[in-house]
């Protein structure tokens, strides 16, 4: 009995914390609408200091989504993301991530 | 005259604009030193421990070298990284670069 209900325990431990903030890639396509006009452009180049803004479609969804949080809260400081990162809440980035990680740009 | 001038400054400007294009490094002394970052991104820089972690394959150079100075100046913070890039050279980072950047990516543009 206690061995049971510690297992169902565990299993809904584990159902809830993949479910958590589970993205929607259909929302995630409206909002990855902005991300276009950098990430979107072949061999777009971030300005002063040069170098080219980071191929990202096909990326991991977690590291997206980390790197999102991690700049909303100023503690990665590109000016440009934060600005935008800044103005999704989690479950937007949740959404651009499972949009953006699901794109297949090699295929 | 003029124009050896004039052709001498096109070459300098040329030649800066390569420099900022592409990261000079030698993508075979990257593989020697990219054994440990296989543990998490991957031997192939595609198939990474798991989901946190980012691919590197075919990610362009230049952004490759700029993150790894700055995780080690300290700019970007991340644990795990930190520590890796301590006992990196600048030429070892941008041999890094290249080598993961030269590897056969999943990743391009959003559309």
Redesign the interface.
């Known amino acids: 009995m206690t061995k049971t209900s510690l297992f169902i325990g565990l299993v809904l431990a584990l159902a809830g914390s993949t479910c958590l903030a589970k993205g929607d890639a259909q929302k995630g396509k409206a909002l990855a609408y902005t991300c276009t006009g950098c990430h979107g452009i072949p061999e777009y180049k971030n300005a002063y200091p040069s170098y080219h803004v980071p191929k990202i479609a096909g990326q991991n969804e977690a590291y997206i989504v980390n790197a999102l949080t991690a700049y909303a809260k100023g503690e990665r400081n590109h000016p440009t993301m934060v600005v935008q990162a800044k103005s999704f809440s989690a479950q937007d980035i949740a959404d651009i991530a499972a949009y953006v990680s699901a794109l297949n740009p090699a295929k | 005259m003029k124009t050896n001038t004039l052709l001498a400054f096109a070459l300098f400007c040329l030649a800066g604009q390569a420099a900022?294009m592409g990261v000079k490094g030698d993508a075979a002394a990257g593989k020697q030193r990219a054994t440990t970052c296989a543990a998490c991104h991957g031997a192939d820089g595609n198939k990474?421990l798991?989901?946190?972690?980012?691919?590197l394959a075919?990610?362009?150079p230049?952004?490759l070298?700029?993150a790894l100075k700055e995780y080690k100046s300290g700019?970007?913070?991340n644990a795990v990284m930190a520590g890796q890039v301590q006992a990196l050279t600048d030429a070892d980072m941008a041999n890094l670069a290249v080598y993961f950047g030269s590897l056969k990516?999943?990743?391009?543009?959003?559309?």
Do not use: E, S
């Open positions: 900022a990474t798991d989901n946190t972690y980012p691919k075919g990610q362009y230049d952004y070298l700029k700019k970007r913070v990516g999943q990743m391009g543009i959003v559309k």
